[in-house]
C-alpha cells in the first residue's frame, strides 16, 4: 500500500519487490500465487517497460535479465548471522554494530546479488527518465545486498514501515486458513519470532545510515492519517506533496511482486485500518506475544 501511494508522486517511479523479480521472469511459483505478470496486466516479456529493462541490462552486461537471482538466499548468512543479529540490538555504537553486522552474512555473496539489484534499477531509471526508484523487497538481507554494493552517485533512503505485532499474528492465522488447501499452516512460536527477527533486522541495519536517511512509520498512522505521513516522507527525501499520493491507483504502474490487489486499485479504494486482531485474537495467543515481543512492540510505538 506503501509503496503504491509513494509511487504516485510524479517524480517517483516504483519496480516493486525487485527480490521477487526472478520468479515473475521464470512464473517461479505455483498454487497460491496469482499470475506472475506486471501491474500493467501485461505479461513481463511484453510489457514495455521491463522488456526495455531487459533490453538495457542485456546491451550494457550481456546477460539474459531471467538469468540474474535477486533474491538473497539463507545461504549467505554466515553461522554469526543469529548471534549478530542479537548482538547487534544491544550494542550502543553504531561503529561496532556495522562491524558486527558485517560478519552476519557472506560479503561477497551480497556484493554479487547487490551489483545485479543496482543495474536492473538503473536499468529500470533509464527507462522511466524518473530518478527516485521505490524497491519494496521488505527485507534486511535484500537492503544489506544495496548497501553493500551501492555506487557512489547512488542515493539510498531507508523507509522503515511497522505494523502492530498483534495484527501482523492475526494476519497470519487468517491467510494460513485461507490457504490450508495448498499446505499452508500457522504456527505460534514462528511466527511471533518472525516478525521480533523481521523488525530487529531493519533495526540493525540502520546504523548504516545517517539519521536524516531514514523515515520510520507505522501502518496505523499511515491508515488514520495518511496524507502527514507522505507528506513527511516529502520532506525527507526534498520533494514537494502531490495530491495524487492519498490515492491508491493500478493506472501507469510497472511493479511486481506484492498483493494482488495492485491490479484492481483505483482512486475509490477505499484506505480503512484493518484491527480485526482486536477481536479475533485470543487472549492465551496474546499473551504469548507479550511474553516474547513485549519489549520490542513498546520499543516500535506500541
Known amino acids: 500500500m506503501l509503496d503504491n501511494l509513494v509511487s504516485n508522486h510524479p517524480k517517483i517511479e516504483s519496480l516493486g ?151 501482523v499474528l492475526y494476519s497470519k492465522i487468517k491467510r494460513s486458513e485461507k490457504y490450508k488447501k495448498y499446505g499452508a499452516s500457522f504456527k505460534l512460536f514462528p511466527a511471533i519470532f518472525g516478525w521480533c527477527y523481521s523488525n530487529l533486522q531493519i533495526l540493525n541495519t540502520r546504523c548504516f545510515f545517517r539519521p536524516e536517511d531514514i523515515i520510520t512509520l507505522r501502518y496505523e498512522d499511515l491508515c488514520n492519517k495518511k496524507e502527514s505521513e507522505l507528506r513527511k516522507i516529502c520532506r525527507q527525501i526534498g520533494l514537494i506533496f502531490d495530491d495524487n499520493m492519498v490515492f491508491l491507483s493500478s493506472e501507469n504502474k510497472h511493479n511486481v511482486g506484492g498483493t494482488s490487489h495492485r491490479f484492481t486499485w483505483n482512486a475509490d479504494t477505499p484506505i480503512s485500518l484493518d484491527d480485526r486482531y482486536k477481536k479475533g485474537l485470543s487472549v492465551w495467543r496474546r499473551a504469548v506475544f507479550y511474553l516474547i515481543a513485549g519489549v520490542l512492540h513498546k520499543k516500535l510505538g506500541y
Open 17 to 167: 519487490e525487485l527480490a521477487q523479480l526472478t520468479s515473475h521472469l521464470n512464473k517461479g511459483r505455483t498454487g497460491i500465487s496469482w499470475d506472475w505478470t506486471c501491474t500493467c496486466g501485461q505479461s513481463m516479456d511484453t510489457c514495455p517497460v521491463w522488456a526495455h529493462v531487459a533490453s538495457i541490462y542485456k546491451q550494457q552486461y550481456f546477460r539474459s535479465l531471467s538469468e540474474v537471482d535477486t533474491k538473497i538466499k539463507r545461504s549467505a548468512r554466515t553461522h554469526l548471522f543469529h548471534f549478530s543479529m542479537l548482538l547487534g540490538a544491544f550494542l550502543p555504537n553504531d561503529r561496532i554494530r556495522r562491524w558486527t553486522m558485517s560478519h552476519a552474512y557472506h560479503q561477497n555473496k551480497l556484493l554479487e546479488t547487490g551489483r545485479d539489484l543496482h543495474r536492473i534499477i538503473d536499468a529500470f531509471r533509464q527507462t522511466t527518465g524518473v530518478e527516485i526508484i521505490v524497491d519494496s523487497s521488505k527485507t534486511a538481507a535484500h537492503l544489506q545486498a544495496l548497501i553493500v554494493a551501492k555506487p557512489h552517485d547512488v542515493d539510498l533512503k531507508l523507509i522503515h514501515i511497522v505494523r502492530d505485532g498483534r495484527a
